[in-house]
């Protein structure tokens, strides 16, 4: 059984920037995906970034593009998300997802292609 735990959330200015980390745990994960979400109160789970745990190859929403990083340490099992630029519209609780098999390379997009989920850790962007 595959455990993921997420941490790196909390409270910043407009314009800072945030490092979230997710550790990965149980499993061995060299293919498949890694993937960050993101649900704001009263929205549906929206998807933020992927990356292959294998090429190392990046996916990202265009609303983040340009902003936020996804990386790996294939060594550590664990993916980050360098969040730069933050914006009051980037607040919501993240999740870390993870596909053990590769089907969400046909779309990283979809929650319901990821095996494993993270608790969460909350992201507020406010002065």
């Known amino acids: 059984q595959a455990q993921l735990v997420e941490s790196g959330g909390g409270l910043v200015l407009p314009g800072g920037s945030l490092r979230l980390s997710c550790a990965a745990s149980?499993?061995?994960?060299?293919?498949?995906?890694m993937a960050w979400f993101r649900q704001a109160p009263g929205k549906e789970r929206e998807f933020v970034a992927a990356i292959k745990w294998s090429s190392g190859s990046t996916y990202y929403a265009d609303s983040v593009k340009g902003r936020f990083t996804i990386s790996r340490d294939n060594a550590k099992n664990t993916v980050y998300l360098q969040m730069n630029s933050l914006k009051p519209e980037d607040s919501a609780v993240y999740y870390c997802?993870?596909?053990?098999?590769?089907?969400?390379?046909?779309?990283?997009?979809?929650?319901?292609?990821?095996?494993?989920w993270g608790q969460g850790t909350q992201v507020t962007v406010s002065s």
């Open positions: 149980g499993r061995t994960f060299s293919s498949g995906a």
């Open positions: 997802a993870a596909d053990l098999s590769g089907r969400a390379y046909f779309r990283f997009s979809n929650p319901l292609l990821y095996d494993y």
